[in-house]
């Protein structure tokens, strides 16, 4: 979003985020303006069609899905994506069931009645969006409109940042691109030595620096300075002939910003949003947990994923909305066909013959875009530790995987997952992919239409995360497009489970050793 008042061809606008040092609470200000032009705000956008320019730089990839571990439940239990209570169905909640491979396979329409999967109605995404508007009223600005959020971006990390501030910038993207269909989420390039003036960053990229205080950030268009308690501050660049967000840069004040990594995190994602073009800031008082408040929350803790609230929604709905759409005439019309349920597969199995080592995965789909989950319990041991393994070069696991096209027709095939015990390296192959009718669930082997050329293979790497081990993709030369998050289950590592997401294909998988 962004003041249609603001007639130059090409701009650049800042927001800011400060923080009130007596108070562990955010104040934020309307920021510098660069060459943004007087009372210019900087964009939420709306709808930009799938680029059919390749990525700005050819090493430039998408990143793994996240992985959370919990111990909330009987044991330790990982999960990939929505994976956990509330943020996806049981397979009590779905109709209709069948049996595929060692697998109880279920499908049907679901949401979680009090919205803990992110789901949102037409009418509660439009009030959060309006909600901008309010805020923008309160801080003295103009009509806000939507524009479009252009080409894939991808982000750049200046060369001089930490460790944890790298991880802080992983954590906020894969936050920020589980709401995001394939095509719109950010990709991550390779770093940046040297920093651009910021209307110099080259088209469709973003660039994140860390710096020890503000000596650095940008000028001010006239005189003036920032406030010591600013702890970031995000701007875009955008043709405004085109209405269309080009790039656009962040800069984080990590003495301002302190150790505490939650608060690192929370300040990146936010400063990246309005990098990537979403500008403004959205009502406290009505939103007090969305990222985009002007007000550090006072309890991190309780800030939701971005893709499990309201907020996450209303990033999809934005993609949708026509450019030049004022948020003050927004109504539920201009996000075009929405739903606030969705149509789910998933697939179960026990591991070890008991409840408690059960493994799950499958897939949502609503408004254009699916969603992929799996979960089950954390190993006892690492994999070359697991005595059952012990004198073998290589372990298999076969099953079985399910998801959706990007046009929401199921998809289901086999599964292979082989890792060799020395290197820790291995192959991800999926194969008999087959196709059904929307809303269908899907049949049995042979009775759907050939998904694609009917197979995808992909290299894989082990590595840890989350205190598990997870297996991901590696981007070796001749695999196919899209990437792999995997994680291996069950006390002894009977199963592996994990998520594939593909340029038009959404899925989730598990097998069995």
Partial sequence: ?????????????????????????????????????????????????????????????????????????????????????????????LETRSHRRAFEVGSGRWRDPLGRDGSASAAEVVRFLRAFQTQQEREGGGDLVFVDFGAQKTLRIDSTARASERRATIAALRNINTSLP??????????IAERFVTEDIPEDEIHIHFTDGKALWPEFEEEGHYEPNILGI??????????RVLGGYTYIDREAVGSNNKRMEFVVTHEILHAWGMGAHVDPNLYPDALLVPILPRNLNTVPRLWLTVEGEAMLAEIKIAAGTRVSDLTVADLGPWEDDGFHIAGQTSLGGTDSGTMQFGAGYRNGFG???????????????????????????????????GAGRPVAGDAEIGIDLASLQGRADFGDLESWGRETHPGARGSGL?????DLGYTIGVRVEAGTEVFVSVFAAGDDPGNVTGTFVGARHEGAAG????????????AAR
């Avoid at 200000?29 to 059919?52: C, D, K, L, N, Q």
Wanted: charged share 20%.
């Fill in 1 to 93: 979003m962004r003041n249609p008042r603001e007639t130059r061809p090409r701009g650049l606008a800042a927001t800011v985020l400060a923080a009130t040092l007596l108070l562990s609470a955010c104040g934020g200000g309307g920021g510098p303006s660069t060459g943004g032009g007087e009372g210019a705000t900087p964009p939420i956008p709306a709808p930009a069609p799938m680029s059919p320019s390749p990525p700005p730089h050819p090493i430039a990839k998408p990143l793994p899905a996240e992985v959370r571990v919990s111990c909330r439940f009987s044991g330790r239990r990982v999960g990939i994506g929505p994976a956990f209570a509330n943020e996806r169905p049981g397979l009590d909640d």
């Fill in 182 to 191: 394939w095509e719109n989420r950010i990709l991550l390039g390779p770093d």
């Fill in 234 to 243: 995000g701007g875009s660049n955008f043709d405004r002939r085109e209405s």
């Fill in 371 to 405: 969603r992929p989950w799996a979960w089950g319990p954390v190993p006892e041991t690492r994999l070359r530790h697991n005595p059952e393994l012990t004198g073998r070069r290589t372990a298999t696991w076969v099953g079985s995987l399910l998801g959706f096209t």
């Fill in 450 to 454: 050939v998904w694609g050329d009917g």
């Fill in 499 to 510: 998520v594939l997401e593909h340029p038009d294909l959404s899925a989730a998988f598990g």
